[in-house]
Every structure is written in structure tokens, then in C-alpha cells.
């Protein structure tokens, strides 16, 4: 898989990892890490839905990106909620 955008589906205030993309001291927590195929003709921006599916709407589009084969397509410190269903896409 060559491109893909990572997006954070964000939970309400008072969940336990901050996103880095945090802006103006408001508490905003990521429940799940996505990944997305980049919307057509754009490729730092997400197309509709994440590859389990999910709306990518009411998502953040993360910063991160990989460009060596074998390094994992998320940031480390959201290995523990990286969507399942997104990694086997990207795996496979």
C-alpha cells in the first residue's frame, strides 16, 4: 500500500491519551488510530471512509507518515488502539 492517511477518531474529554494534534490547551482524546486512502488528486488529505469502513468526517487527520516498507503505518504511542480491522487492510 503506498498512501494512506492516518486519521484519529476522537473520544470526549476524559479519556487517556492526548492527541498530538491538540490546539489551544482543549483536552481532546484518541480512541481509536484509522488509516484512509487519500481523497483523489490529494494525497495528504483522506478520502471518506477509513478502510474498516468508518466516516472519516468527524475525524483529525494526523501528520503521520512512513515512507520506509516494514515501519508500522501509525505512531507508536497509539499502537495500543490501532483499529484492527485498518491494520489487516494495510497487512495484506
Known amino acids: 500500500m503506498s498512501h494512506?492517511?492516518?486519521v484519529y477518531e476522537l473520544d470526549k474529554p476524559g479519556a487517556?491519551?492526548?492527541s498530538p494534534e491538540t490546539q489551544?490547551?482543549?483536552a481532546r482524546h484518541v480512541r481509536r488510530v484509522?488509516?484512509?486512502p487519500p481523497a483523489p488528486g490529494e494525497?495528504?488529505?483522506t478520502?471518506?471512509?477509513t478502510f474498516c469502513g468508518?466516516?472519516?468526517f468527524a475525524m483529525e487527520t494526523?501528520?503521520?507518515t512512513t515512507e520506509h516498507p516494514g515501519t508500522p503505518w501509525y505512531p507508536a504511542q497509539y499502537a495500543s488502539v490501532v483499529c484492527p480491522d485498518c491494520d489487516a487492510v494495510i497487512e495484506t
Open 34 to 36: 484509522h488509516a484512509a
Open 4 to 6: 494512506i492517511v492516518v
Open 24 to 26: 489551544g490547551g482543549e
Open 47 to 49: 478520502g471518506p471512509r
Open 16 to 18: 487517556a491519551r492526548p
Open 54 to 56: 468508518k466516516d472519516t
Open 62 to 64: 494526523g501528520p503521520w
Open 43 to 45: 494525497p495528504t488529505a
